[in-house]
């Protein structure tokens, strides 16, 4: 069998690296003025994030006993944060 060894190419890229950047700042820029654009001018973020904890509050609600046990037991160990007292509301 014959033995097979990788030479690598050799060019005028072996003797030095060439450095490369490239500045997105505009096309960020862009983007967000698009998100902007696309959430339109009645979106109030205090108003999304008080839907958020109503939406929060009814899904810890109603809780049979284990998914209350559940529940704390997350909230003890940290995962879930502390809600209505410590307690799913009822």
Do not use: N
């Not at 839907?51 to 109603?62: R, V």
């Not at 998914?67 to 307690?87: C, E, I, S, T």
């Amino acid at each position: 069998m014959s033995s097979h060894q990788h030479t690598p190419p050799a060019g005028p890229d072996d003797a030095e690296h060439v450095d490369f950047a490239v500045d997105l700042t505009s096309q960020e820029m862009l983007r967000r003025a698009q998100v902007m654009a696309a959430l339109g001018p009645d979106w109030d973020p205090v108003e999304v994030l008080r839907g958020e904890e109503q939406a929060y509050d009814l899904l810890y609600s109603g809780l049979d006993a284990e998914q209350q046990r559940l529940y704390d037991d997350l909230v003890a160990a940290g995962v879930l944060p502390v809600r209505g007292g410590g307690h799913a509301a009822p």
